[in-house]
């Protein structure tokens, strides 16, 4: 059955309305907060003697605050609380807020109106652990990339809708303030209608006694989320983006005037093309990752923020304009739209870069501690982005300049990355197999679903080929350990590989009787622990096509470990290059197309009580049938 487009969760109840609620609190954010700054910037003896400079730092170095603050507690609330009535009290907050900050706007209070910006990081803060940990109660595991992709471009889009209206508003003679301060409230009491509608969704932990010291609770946020190794590199991979998009993101404005010569409407369309960006990479990445989380996705992006943030320099040196021009000007200056392209770049990388991520937490993580570990990266997000803040001031300080910052900034992601997967080989051996086939090979899963999401179980498969392992580990939603010769796992220089993959060694009694035995016991270990096993049975790759009986090795495994055993058929890979085929490998290997079809089907899982070589052999034939 052909997966549904992830377009068609907007009109499922137990999605759209979460969507909407998250999109609008997005949006009415950047509304307030950019009417606000923009207001200072161009009006600012109306309302303050303060330095202009000073208070646009300061607005929103105090909506980051309360993440700082209070996501520890926003953690442990949205775990303990029902998340469809938690939503509609933070609607709610956000009306009494706007409602503050539209007193401010007709009293002329700047200090209410700045309150009401902490207020709003308030909002946002208790928000933003719901936001991601609804996800995974609501979606299942192949809907969770095209989910995330689809926040994740509401997201931006309402970021950039909300920095495009605000600084329009605020500036309309003589009403400017007065539909500001009406269209905030609208939005808050319309995100308020629409949470209603969002689905019961009952809370993981309704008995959790909340720590209300941000500080120990952060601490042992962290602690808890370092024990997953995975996960806690994947929160601060996450907070990463963060630093990098902060320091990119706050150049612009500059960089427009100082570097572009452009008016406020090319710091506009820079912010634009970005946004987009982010939004055609995250919408992009479930076509990508074939339904699943696809954790290769994540070196593919980061590459891609690197090279175009390098371009990104190389195109600003390359780009020549002494007058101020507008955007229709701008556009046609030479070199601008490389310099467009290399931004709309590094967002649509980001956006690879940032979908995985978010699904690999949501995955990985312990159930009852996804809105904990949400609320502990908000954190690490906002400290990253102070940082972020830090450095570019110390660089600029040093001289540097707004391109020479964007290629500093490129090379640190390179270094972050390097760092990543090398203690993290996961994600690059992910990369490795979907780069392969993704490029070589067109591979189509077939009821890939009938393989369980948690738990273990057994995979037999056929054996047709060196390619057998990655084609089936590219295809399955959740990690394998893979069953493999002893003599193939020791090959220098690509036995790295085979460890980086927790493959498990095996020899026959005759070959290697110790070898065998702490095969079977690293199984039974693994299966213990919920993973999934492959085993290909008939004990070597086919040099004739057709499938070899199969050896009882299965038997031996399921009856230390009762599990389900589930029959998988490769199809397609036999005469390439990959297979044992007796033609000339130089006609093999392109005998099927640079391009040629592969795939896997996956059958009805055996209980291990029926499970034995002869039944399991006969099921895989029959889903392979006649195709080799």
């Known amino acids: 059955m052909k997966p549904k487009s992830q377009f068609s969760l907007l009109a499922e109840r137990r999605f759209a309305p979460f969507f909407w609620v998250q999109f609008f609190g997005a ?18 003896l109306n309302w303050t003697t303060m330095k202009v400079g000073l208070l646009n730092n300061l607005i929103p170095g105090l909506f980051i605050l309360p993440f700082v603050l209070f996501s520890a ?24 807020i706007m409602g503050v900050a539209a007193f401010g706007w007709f009293t002329h209070n700047l200090w209410l109106l700045i309150a009401a910006v902490a207020g709003m990081g308030l909002h946002s803060t208790l928000f933003g652990p719901m ?66 509608k969002i689905p019961f969704s009952p809370a993981p932990v309704p008995d959790l006694k909340i720590n209300w010291n941000p500080f120990t609770e952060t601490v ?82 980061s590459i891609g923020l690197s090279l175009f943030g390098m371009d990104l320099y190389f195109s600003s040196l ?33 956006g690879f870069y940032i979908v995985p991520l978010f699904a690999l937490i949501q995955t990985r993580c312990d159930k009852k501690y996804v809105s904990r570990t949400i609320a502990g990266m908000n954190i690490l997000n906002a400290l990253f982005m102070v940082v972020a803040a830090l450095t570019a001031m110390v660089l600029i300080n040093l001289g540097l300049n707004i391109p020479q910052l964007f290629l500093v900034t490129a090379c640190l992601n390179a270094l972050v990355a390097v760092y990543i997967f090398s203690v993290v080989p996961e994600f690059l ?15 189509r899963g077939i009821d890939i679903d009938r393989i369980p999401e948690t738990g273990a179980a057994v995979l037999v498969c056929n054996h047709v080929s060196y390619l057998d392992a990655l084609v089936i580990a590219a295809c399955s939603p959740r990690p394998i350990r893979f069953v493999m010769d002893h003599r193939i796992f020791n090959i220098p220089l690509i036995s790295w ?31 213990h622990e919920g993973e999934l096993v492959c085993i290909f049975p008939e004990g070597q790759l086919t040099q004739h096509g057709e499938m070899n009986h199969f050896k009882n090795g299965v038997q031996k495994i399921i009856e230390r470990s009762p599990v389900p055993v589930i029959p998988m058929a490769l199809r397609g890979l ?55």
Request: charged residues 15%; contains cysteine.
């Open 27 to 44: 949006l009415n954010d950047n509304v307030f907060k950019t009417a606000l700054i923009t207001i200072l910037t161009y009006d600012a």
């Open 73 to 96: 507690s926003a953690g442990q609330i949205a775990d303990k609380v029902e998340k469809g009535n938690l939503a509609r009290a933070v609607k709610l907050l956000e009306i009494f």
């Open 131 to 196: 936001k991601y940990a609804y996800l995974p109660q609501h979606l299942k595991t192949d809907e969770l990339v095209g989910g995330n992709g689809i926040v994740e471009m509401g997201t931006f889009v309402g970021i950039l809708l909300g920095q495009i209206i605000g600084a329009m508003l605020v500036v309309h003679q003589p009403w400017g303030i007065h539909l500001v301060a009406a269209g905030t409230i609208g939005l808050a009491v319309l995100g308020a209608a629409v949470s209603w």
């Open 220 to 301: 042992r946020n962290i602690r808890f989320s370092s024990q997953n190794r995975t996960v806690f590199l994947s929160v601060l991979g996450n907070s990463w983006f963060w630093f990098y998009g902060a320091i990119v993101l706050a150049q612009f404005p500059q960089y427009a005037k100082d570097y572009l010569h452009g008016d406020n409407s090319v710091f506009v369309l820079l912010l634009a093309v970005f946004s987009v960006g982010v939004g055609i990479g995250s919408l992009l990445c479930e076509r990508l990752s074939g339904h699943k989380v696809e954790i290769g996705l994540v070196p593919f992006g």
């Open 318 to 350: 390359r780009y020549h304009q002494a007058e101020l021009v507008g955007l229709v000007q701008f556009v046609q200056v030479s070199g601008s739209w490389h310099l467009l392209a290399d931004i709309a770049l590094i967002g649509i990388f980001g």
């Open 429 to 443: 051996m992910r990369f490795l197999v979907w780069l392969l086939i993704h490029t070589i090979h067109r591979v």
């Open 497 to 527: 590989l085979f460890k980086t993959c927790k493959a498990i060694p095996i020899a026959t009694a005759k070959e290697n009787q110790w070898v065998m035995e702490h095969a079977f016991v690293d199984i039974a270990r693994a299966l």
């Open 574 to 628: 036999w005469g390439s290059i990959y297979s044992r085929s007796a033609e000339n490998p130089f006609s093999r290997a392109f005998r099927r197309g640079l391009f040629s079809r592969l795939e896997l089907i996956v059958g009805d899982p055996v209980s291990s009580a029926l499970a034995n070589p002869e039944l399991l052999y006969e099921k895989v034939r029959a889903l392979r049938g006649d195709i080799k």
